[in-house]
């Protein structure tokens, strides 16, 4: 297809992002009008310090969240709480009633950013996994298994023998989401799982191979976690977005972290892309020449697995090449976009 051939506008239906980080306090006011200009909703991680266990701190949590926003801002943020070993069954009664709450997130302990205080034995939380099967409420999961003689590689395929399959037998009602998947193991998985499983996509794992974090020195911008797999994978991974399978949807795992930690000995974990994220998942639909999948991909299979109404508005994506900025500000610090300084070929306007 050469230029003038080239599809010119896209237009959509308004899109959300199934798996989202917005920090709090100076990081929450540099990143939440970022996501809100992008995304409708947004299903709000709970992996602060101290994690948000219980409703009363996930209402407090979405109160700063929406004091954040721009004047006018209609965002509406999907809020998650952060299961550990003693989460009560009261505890997810209190979220199915209360409306707010629309999941619960399965940190293994030691596993990424802020998971000290996640599950140390998936059969501890046990009551707690019975309620969200009965209540129908979805459990999320950062499916990657953390034993130190377990290759980095290998964590998630390994998460699915060890602790996925297990969770499905005992619990076979309950819906989950396995977040951020990474490899073709994982893809695979929730293809052939049946109706209650789905899985989010980052676009750096749509765009990226591993190569990525080593290319020209070692690049801590694409260090995340689960980290970037080999080219098979990334291909799997396109193939599973663009399949039209519905339950794979959109989740950017935008996970900011002020530059100076970013470029440190021990760099954290996790790009920030909440900024440009339509325009990189747009790159990588094209690129496998299925912008046509798009929509499906970005704005009704989330909805439709989470029960709630499609949104009713539209954006507006224009070919135009533009450069990435390589720096925001972020509260005393500023912090580096994914791919910052790199052109995009697609740009929202409205
Ligand atoms: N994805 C990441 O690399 N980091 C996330 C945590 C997570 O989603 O695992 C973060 O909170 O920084
Ligand atoms: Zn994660
Ligand atoms: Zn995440």
Request: a negative charge; aromatic letters at 8%.
């Amino acid at each position: 297809m050469n230029d003038r051939q080239a599809t010119a506008t896209l237009s959509l239906t308004r899109p959300d992002d199934w798996h989202l980080h917005l920090r709090d306090g100076e990081a929450l006011q540099a990143v939440a009008g970022t996501s809100a200009a992008q995304f409708a909703r947004a299903i709000v991680m709970p992996n602060l310090k101290p994690p948000v266990t219980t409703v009363a701190q996930a209402l407090a949590y979405r109160e700063r969240i929406v004091a954040a926003l721009p004047a006018g801002s209609d965002f509406e943020p999907l809020m998650t709480l952060y299961l550990t070993d003693v989460t009560p069954a009261d505890e997810i009664l209190r979220a199915a009633e209360g409306g707010v709450v629309r999941a619960v997130k399965l940190y293994p302990a030691g596993a990424t950013t802020n998971s000290d205080a996640g599950v140390t034995d998936i059969a501890k939380p046990r009551a707690a996994l019975e309620a969200m099967q009965r209540a129908g409420m979805p459990l999320l999961v950062h499916g990657e298994v953390t034993d130190s003689d377990i290759d980095v590689f290998d964590r998630e395929a390994v998460f699915i023998d060890r602790v996925l399959e297990p969770l499905r037998r005992d619990f076979p009602a309950l819906r989950i989401v396995f977040e951020h998947i990474t490899t073709r193991e994982a893809a695979q998985y929730v293809e052939q799982a049946g109706e209650g499983i789905g899985a989010t996509i980052t676009a750096h794992h749509l765009l990226y191979n591993r190569n990525a974090i080593f290319s020209g020195g070692l690049r801590p911008h694409w260090y995340c976690l689960p980290v970037l797999k080999r080219e098979i994978h990334r291909q799997a991974l396109v193939a599973a977005a663009t399949s039209g399978n519905p339950r794979f949807f959109l989740g950017t795992d935008s996970a900011p972290h002020p530059a100076r930690l970013k470029a440190h000995a021990a760099a954290c974990a996790g790009c920030y892309t909440a900024p440009h994220a339509m325009e990189l998942y747009a790159t990588a639909f094209e690129r496998a020449g299925a912008l046509d999948r798009l929509e499906a991909f970005a704005s009704f299979n989330g909805p439709d697995f989470y029960r709630l109404p499609r949104n009713a508005g539209r954006i507006t994506l224009r070919r135009e090449r533009w450069t990435i900025p390589e720096s925001l500000p972020f509260g005393d610090d500023d912090i580096v976009p994914l791919a910052g300084g790199e052109p995009l070929d697609w740009r929202l306007v409205a």
